[in-house]
């Protein structure tokens, strides 16, 4: 219930909102946890009266009420990525664009410390390498999710190519998949997996007068080869997703668009990674 006292605090100084309400039922409690006393609904009927639905957990917003949602202009926030097809997402972007509802999307990567502040400078041709190495072999939908949706955000545009390659892990060893996708503008974004090795999450991004290189965990790093002060500050994505309604425009900030095309790629890449890599 952590994800609820976290909420309630970003919005603690945001004008004009009221927190209506929660649904925690599926949730996990942390020990110790000092919860707000914010009223409990069932998910129906939050869906139903809020305006605004920050949902953390977007496997527990069954596809009959996350279609309510967007046609009752029940604008949300996911914390999480929606578990969708590139024709289920299809079938929402049509909704949001009929009803104006505005759907946004925790991106990971634009808020670790230096691919977040790579995309602050961003501009091509760029050479983006992220090295990662995980301890468990992750799930591998949700972890190339992740990849794409930050290519996205980034070059805005489908890769010309996407190659793979891997080495297969031998006994005790690490299993070791390179992705690349190379684009038109002659920018390319190299990822490196390691896995069952140590956690690491290392950046080099080359593009017009800027080096950017580093840890991507710690965001110890340095810009240019000089040391990078001071580190990117978190943004409040909470009030930052509530102040979008002060703009003019603002439904253009929706994320479904960029996550339509992140997950029409990712059928892709799943085939190309199960018929060239070891990666099963």
Request: aromatic residues 8%.
């Amino acid at each position: 219930m952590t994800s609820v006292v976290s909420h309630a605090r970003n919005l603690k100084n945001t004008s004009g909102i009221r927190i209506l309400g929660k649904s925690s039922v599926g949730m996990p409690e942390g020990p110790g946890v000092a919860v707000p006393d914010i009223p409990e609904y069932n998910r129906r009927e939050l869906v139903e009266a809020a305006d605004l639905l920050l949902v953390d957990r977007s496997s527990l917003l069954f596809p009959d009420l996350l279609k309510l949602a967007i046609r009752r202009n029940t604008h949300l926030f996911f914390t999480d990525f929606p578990d969708l097809t590139a024709e289920e997402c299809a079938d929402l972007l049509k909704l949001a664009d009929e009803a104006q509802t505005l759907v946004r999307i925790h991106n990971p990567l634009l808020r670790a410390p230096l691919t977040g502040r790579l995309a602050t400078f961003w501009q091509e041709p760029a050479c983006i390498s992220l090295q990662e190495s995980f301890p468990v072999i992750p799930d591998k939908k949700p972890l190339l999710i992740r990849y794409l949706y930050y290519a996205v955000a980034l070059f805005n545009a489908r890769p010309q190519k996407i190659r793979v390659a891997g080495v297969p892990r031998e006994e005790n060893g690490h299993l070791f998949i390179n992705i690349r996708f190379d684009y038109p503008t002659w920018s390319t974004f190299n990822i490196d997996l390691l896995l069952s090795a140590p956690e690491t999450s290392i950046l080099r991004a080359a593009l017009p007068g800027k080096y950017l290189e580093g840890n991507n965990l710690t965001g110890k790093g340095s810009l240019n080869h000089k040391e990078i002060t001071p580190p990117l500050q978190p943004v409040n994505e909470e009030e930052a997703f509530v102040r979008l309604f002060d703009e003019e425009g603002w439904y253009r900030h929706s994320d479904l668009p960029a996550y339509n095309t992140t997950l029409s790629m990712l059928n892709d890449l799943l085939r190309k990674i199960e018929l060239y890599t070891p990666w099963g």
